[in-house]
């Protein structure tokens, strides 16, 4: 049976079950082609409040599901998705512009996401406090409705992040995935959830643009917002969420450095800034955007770099053996262009790449780097490589810290604790000794620090905190007397 079969989902929206968009019908499009693959409903910011109330009304019956059956649920949607693997794998392709280990890596992650949060609703959720009156609890409890605003990158992966625990938790959820990958993003999730026997109305998915993203945030029967896209996007649904006195946990931009030491491995450390800068072309938040290389390393480190950047195939993914695809739109794609276009004219030294031909840019590197590069400097979103030479630890660490953002940090050396002294050097959410900067696992805290976000989504501990409530609950054998 097919997941996805266009008759049920083309020109449609999910909330609660099949029905139209009232903002009308968007085009599914294929970066690598601009053939349109689809169609669907895409949401007013007067479906979203319509949604929320749906959502709201289901809840109450969901977190009341005894667990077991809540982790049916998740454990049978991470089956489904294992078991479509090939058909969301083309999807995913298609739509996306991602090559196909990419898309492998989402799937596979997005299962973990479903698998690690069924033993969520069986985790110790409360506990005792010394009181000797009465009996004191603290305990979690759901939050109600979340709200989830997933980027295009990695559409699945990073909706499904904070749908599965926020569903494990006894919370509903309402999904506004990116227009431009709302299939992957929305239908596939709400397709899987629906198979898996999630109630109606506890999940809601609708594509759209900024307005209906602004009512998600502004509806006040939602009070936790998880968003993951750009820093610009995200500190106005920050500003936001505070003013409504709401949680909003962001998972932004940045700019990761990986620091190449004097004693690493050339070889591994070039193939790790490689795949750390090029996978996705580049789109992605904890993408190698700095390479900090030793002196004594720098030259033949380009040399390589360049090699492995001239070396990859470049096309569409879905009829071509590449291992980079297309940019994911006209806009982003001019956003790159003009990027290394200026950082070549401010004194960058453009080693390999810089073109763009179609939808497809060509894998590059920028040597000779300074803090007025700004494709050293600025957040790229595309396969651009920037690397800058260093003499000392202390100027590899100070390198590393001057940043806005602060998500990854990778460090190849063959002394690992001299690598765990840099790292505590430099602040970041993530620190990947011997590794490029990309890397993820459903069962780990996910987030950054400054620039690059706040909260944190991800393994037991930080879920829970992310989307329960705590609540403080007294028992008294009789009822108590006071003084009036």
Same mark, same amino acid.
């Given at each position: 049976?097919?997941?996805? &079969?266009?008759?049920?989902?083309?020109?449609?929206?999910?909330?609660?079950?099949? !029905?139209?968009?009232?903002?009308?019908?968007?085009?599914?499009?294929?970066?690598?082609?601009?053939?349109?693959?689809?169609?669907?409903?895409?949401?007013?910011?007067?479906?979203?409040?319509?949604?929320?109330?749906?959502?709201?009304?289901?809840?109450?019956?969901?977190?009341?599901?005894?667990?077991?059956?809540?982790?049916?649920?998740? *454990?049978?949607?991470?089956?489904?998705?294992?078991?479509?693997?090939?058909?969301?794998?083309?999807?995913?392709? *298609? &739509?996306?512009? /991602?090559?196909?280990?990419?898309?492998?890596?989402?799937?596979?992650?997005?299962?973990?996401?479903?698998?690690?949060?069924?033993?969520?609703?069986?985790?110790?959720?409360?506990?005792?406090?010394?009181?000797?009156?009465?009996? !004191?609890?603290?305990?979690?409890?759901?939050?109600?409705?979340?709200?989830?605003?997933?980027?295009?990158?990695?559409?699945?992966?990073?909706?499904?992040?904070?749908?599965?625990?926020?569903?494990?938790?006894?919370?509903?959820?309402?999904?506004?995935?990116?227009?431009?990958?709302?299939?992957?993003?929305?239908?596939?999730?709400? *397709?899987?959830?629906?198979?898996?026997?999630?109630?109606?109305?506890?999940?809601?998915?609708? =594509?759209?643009?900024?307005? !209906?993203?602004?009512?998600?945030?502004?509806?006040?029967?939602?009070?936790?917002?998880?968003?993951?896209?750009?820093?610009?996007?995200?500190?106005?649904?920050?500003?936001?969420?505070?003013?409504?006195?709401?949680?909003?946990?962001?998972?932004?931009?940045?700019? !990761?450095?990986?620091?190449?030491?004097?004693?690493?491995?050339?070889?591994?450390?070039?193939?790790?800034?490689?795949?750390?800068?090029?996978?996705?072309?580049?789109?992605?938040?904890?993408?190698?955007?700095?390479?900090?290389?030793?002196?004594?390393?720098?030259?033949?480190?380009?040399?390589?770099?360049?090699?492995?950047?001239?070396?990859?195939? $470049?096309?569409? =993914?879905?009829?071509?053996?590449?291992?980079?695809?297309?940019?994911?739109?006209?806009?982003?794609?001019?956003? $790159?262009?003009?990027?290394?276009?200026? /950082?070549?004219?401010?004194?960058?030294?453009? $080693?390999?790449?810089?073109?763009?031909?179609? =939808?497809?840019?060509?894998?590059?590197?920028?040597?000779?780097?300074?803090?007025?590069?700004?494709?050293? $400097?600025?957040?790229?979103?595309?396969?651009?490589?920037?690397?800058?030479?260093? @003499?000392?630890?202390?100027? #590899?660490?100070?390198?590393?810290?001057?940043?806005?953002?602060?998500? /990854?940090?990778?460090?190849?050396?063959? @002394?690992?604790?001299?690598?765990?002294?840099?790292?505590?050097?430099? =602040?970041?959410?993530?620190?990947?000794?011997?590794?490029?900067?990309?890397?993820?696992?459903?069962?780990?805290?996910?987030?950054?620090?400054?620039?690059?976000?706040?909260?944190?989504?991800?393994?037991?501990?930080?879920?829970?905190?992310?989307?329960?409530?705590?609540?403080?609950?007294?028992?008294? /054998?009789? #009822?108590?007397?006071?003084?009036?």
């Amino acid at each position: 049976m097919a997941l996805l &079969e266009a008759s049920t989902w083309e020109g449609k929206l999910f909330t609660g079950r099949w !029905s139209g968009g009232s903002a009308g019908v968007g085009e599914v499009r294929e970066p690598a082609t601009s053939a349109v693959l689809g169609c669907v409903g895409l949401a007013a910011p007067g479906d979203v409040t319509a949604a929320v109330e749906r959502a709201t009304r289901a809840q109450r019956d969901w977190a009341a599901t005894p667990p077991a059956q809540r982790a049916a649920v998740l *454990r049978r949607a991470a089956a489904l998705l294992t078991e479509h693997a090939g058909e969301i794998t083309e999807w995913i392709v *298609r &739509e996306s512009g /991602s090559v196909r280990i990419k898309a492998g890596i989402e799937i596979e992650g997005a299962a973990g996401e479903c698998t690690e949060s069924a033993a969520l609703t069986s985790a110790p959720y409360g506990e005792l406090l010394p009181d000797g009156a009465r009996l !004191s609890v603290q305990r979690r409890v759901p939050a109600g409705v979340v709200g989830v605003i997933s980027p295009f990158n990695f559409p699945l992966l990073l909706s499904m992040r904070s749908v599965a625990p926020a569903l494990a938790l006894g919370n509903a959820v309402v999904v506004k995935p990116d227009a431009r990958t709302a299939v992957c993003g929305g239908v596939v999730i709400a *397709r899987v959830f629906e198979e898996a026997g999630l109630p109606e109305g506890v999940l809601q998915v609708l =594509p759209g643009g900024a307005d !209906s993203g602004a009512a998600l945030v502004d509806d006040p029967r939602v009070p936790i917002i998880s968003f993951t896209g750009s820093t610009r996007a995200g500190r106005s649904v920050g500003a936001r969420a505070g003013e409504l006195l709401k949680r909003a946990h962001l998972e932004l931009g940045g700019n !990761s450095a990986l620091i190449v030491c004097e004693d690493a491995d050339l070889d591994a450390a070039a193939s790790c800034g490689a795949f750390g800068s090029f996978l996705h072309q580049g789109q992605i938040c904890m993408a190698t955007g700095r390479h900090l290389v030793h002196h004594s390393l720098y030259d033949r480190y380009v040399e390589k770099l360049a090699e492995k950047a001239e070396a990859l195939p $470049v096309g569409d =993914p879905f009829t071509e053996d590449v291992v980079l695809g297309p940019i994911i739109d006209d806009g982003q794609l001019a956003h $790159v262009t003009d990027l290394v276009d200026r /950082s070549v004219v401010a004194g960058a030294r453009l $080693v390999a790449g810089g073109k763009a031909s179609g =939808p497809f840019f060509r894998p590059t590197v920028l040597a000779d780097c300074h803090p007025g590069i700004p494709a050293y $400097v600025e957040e790229v979103f595309g396969p651009v490589a920037s690397v800058r030479p260093f @003499d000392t630890a202390d100027e #590899a660490a100070e390198m590393a810290a001057d940043s806005e953002y602060g998500l /990854s940090l990778g460090i190849i050396t063959s @002394d690992t604790a001299a690598g765990l002294a840099l790292a505590d050097r430099v =602040p970041t959410g993530l620190v990947h000794i011997n590794d490029q900067t990309v890397n993820d696992d459903p069962a780990v805290p996910f987030g950054g620090v400054g620039a690059s976000g706040i909260g944190r989504v991800g393994g037991a501990r930080a879920n829970v905190e992310a989307f329960t409530e705590t609540q403080w609950i007294t028992v008294r /054998s009789e #009822a108590a007397h006071h003084p009036f």
